[in-house]
């Protein structure tokens, strides 16, 4: 089945204990790309990929790191939480960098900072 | 630059009625416009997009939504609600770069009443 996953789907975390959230794709995919989603604000972009070592900026990047070793893995790594990042995180992934085909999504983790 | 405004962050409709969800959009080129769905505790799936071409296009599940230059909108509606339209849907628009990210909307929640 072609999918997104995501892991963890929840998880709970102190203020400046490192963390990383996977996202895998099975789909060949060269697209990959980080939301966070916020009540009232929608999601908003923290990283993108378009193939193998090539990632890039989106409009909330502050404290995230990513990186693109392989094909179909885009994990999302918090070096150091803090609580202003509690939110409900989405991976995506589409066939190509600049096409307009569908964007699929994971499940979401759901991250809680205390 | 690109971005896009969704009126009314919760929309509420009996079953079997019309439903009107509002999308507007600012963009310096053609834009290129999507609608996307997300049921409760899922990720987001692509409801409809406009690219070129024909101005009103039809999505999955009897959406259907209308390009509208001069007004800046592309509106989405359905004749006849159904319960398992409940969901929040998210407005976006490509950025047109080589990357074509997607600027989402904040989102309006879908409410379905008996």
């Known amino acids: 089945e072609a999918q997104v996953t995501q892991n963890p789907r929840y998880l709970i975390t102190v203020t400046g204990k490192k963390l990383t959230v996977t996202c895998s794709q099975n789909?060949?995919?060269?697209?990959m790309s980080w939301y966070r989603q916020d009540p009232g604000l929608g999601l908003r972009q923290i990283y993108y990929?378009?193939?193998?070592?090539?990632?890039d900026k989106g409009d909330v990047p502050e404290g995230y790191k990513v990186s693109r070793k392989e094909k179909r893995n885009f994990p999302l790594i918090l070096e150091s939480p803090s609580p202003n990042q509690t939110s409900l995180y989405f991976c995506?992934?589409?066939?190509?960098?600049?096409?307009?085909?569908?964007?699929?999504f994971g499940p979401g983790t759901r991250l809680t900072v205390l | 630059a690109q971005s896009v405004t969704q009126l009314g962050s919760h929309v509420s409709v009996s079953e079997g009625a019309l439903v009107l969800l509002r999308c507007n959009y600012s963009?310096?080129?053609?834009?290129?416009l999507f609608w996307y769905v997300q049921y409760p505790n899922q990720g987001l799936q692509l409801l409809l997009k406009?690219?070129?071409?024909?101005?009103l296009v039809k999505g999955i599940n009897g959406f259907e939504a209308e390009f509208k230059k001069s007004e800046t909108s592309f509106h989405l509606t359905k004749p006849s609600a159904h319960m398992s339209d409940a969901a929040e849907y998210f407005c976006?628009?490509?950025?047109?770069?080589?990357?074509?990210?997607?600027?989402f909307g904040t989102g309006t929640r879908l409410t379905v009443i008996p």
């Open positions: 963009s310096s080129v053609p834009p290129y």
């Open positions: 990929s378009m193939n193998v070592e090539v990632t």
């Open positions: 789909m060949n995919h060269e697209y």
């Open positions: 976006a628009v490509s950025d047109q770069t080589g990357a074509n990210n997607l600027f």
């Open positions: 995506a992934s589409r066939l190509r960098p600049g096409g307009l085909d569908e964007q699929f």
């Open positions: 406009y690219t070129t071409g024909a101005t």
